[in-house]
């Protein structure tokens, strides 16, 4: 698919303003690999191939098992999850999903059990973020397979 704009070029404040998210998310105190984990199953729902490209590489990147990864569209069959991500996912699944059942309160309660008010806060930004930058990537046709993670070394350097 040919990419119809770029929404930094075209839009800088756009760009920076999510950026200005993804910053507040990186200092919040939720674990980067549960972050990254939660935007692929967003992109995975949302069916956003370039986001699925990029947080799939950044888990690469971040040591993330292969068997977590791609197992990971089945994580309920799964064994591979701990207790804590499985109520990150279904929280992820539920908010992207809001329009089946409004985040049911079965998953409210499971969340609760293992994240704080603040916590659930975060991981529903988290969850509004990825959804957003999945629709503009969707919108513009961001061209998959472009994305290169930054090396650990420079992942430490700039966080």
Known sequence: MEERFSILTAA???????????????????DDS????????ASQINGCAY???????????????EQRRYGLDAWRESPYYSERERA??????????VRDGHVPDEVY???KKQ????????????VAAINAWNRLAIASRASAGTYQ??????MKKGA
Request: with cysteine.
């Open 12 to 30: 800088p404040g756009v760009y920076h303003a999510m950026l200005g998210l993804e910053t507040y998310l990186k200092g919040s105190g939720l």
């Open 149 to 154: 993670p930054q090396k650990p070394k420079e």
């Open 88 to 97: 990150a996912l279904a929280w992820t699944e539920a908010v992207t999903n």
């Open 115 to 126: 994240f704080s008010d603040k916590e659930l806060s975060d991981l529903t930004l988290a």
């Open 51 to 65: 986001c699925i490209d990029m947080h799939w590489k950044d888990l690469v990147a971040a040591g993330e098992k």
């Open 109 to 111: 309660e499971q969340a």
């Open 34 to 41: 549960l972050l990254d984990l939660m935007k692929l199953r």
